[in-house]
């Protein structure tokens, strides 16, 4: 099974890049995760629960890829279309923050991708490391003071007992031939 991840990589000059990505494997906090784990839908149904800030890392070429996630209590990771390179930070990475966390706190990405085998900001192919922020949040804002720029993802959540049509719902209709007409519903 294969992920294809779409991002928008944004340089530090403002300019923007839009790679496709193959994700084969998927780390979250130093455990496997099946890749159906794995969305960019920011629209989600769920039953009850909360939901983390994290920050992904991905492999491409040039250097590993930082971007905004939200994993769910359900263990669904929703990864934002938007990042930066992580090579594009080295100097200042320390003043990074997730929701006003600095990354130091949370875990360095040097320290994740040593972790999975990588170097520097070198990562193997295909692999997409999670690293979760403390704290119950259904958006994930990452901030760089330096450049002064920020990249946020918001994760929307539907009660999957709401029904947005209410009473409102149509009556079935079924087509016969040229015709249509109410027809009983035998459900």
Do not use: C
Not at 44 to 50: C, F, R, S, Y
Not at 63 to 74: D, E, H, K, R, T
Not at 105 to 133: H, N, S
């Amino acid at each position: 099974m294969l992920f294809l991840y779409k991002p928008h990589v944004t340089g530090p000059e403002g300019d923007v890049t839009s790679p496709d990505i193959v994700v084969d494997y998927l780390v979250v906090d130093g455990a496997k995760r099946p890749l159906s784990s794995l969305t960019m839908e920011a629209w989600q149904q769920v039953a009850d629960g909360e939901a983390q800030a994290a920050y992904a890392l991905m492999a491409l070429g040039g250097g590993a890829l930082i971007l905004p996630a939200v994993v769910l209590q359900s263990g669904l990771v929703v990864a934002s279309r938007t990042a930066w390179r992580l090579n594009n930070l080295y100097g200042h990475i320390g003043q990074v923050t997730l929701n006003n966390v600095p990354l130091a706190e949370i875990g360095l990405p040097a320290d994740t991708i040593a972790a999975a085998g990588g170097a520097g900001d070198a990562l193997p192919r295909g692999l997409m490391l999670v690293r979760r922020a403390p704290g119950a949040a259904w958006d994930a804002v990452l901030d760089d003071p330096v450049k002064g720029r920020r990249l946020s993802h918001r994760v929307v959540p539907e009660g999957l007992h709401d029904d947005r049509w209410g009473d409102a719902r149509p009556r079935p209709r079924y087509s016969v031939g040229p015709t249509q007409k109410d027809v009983t519903h035998y459900i």
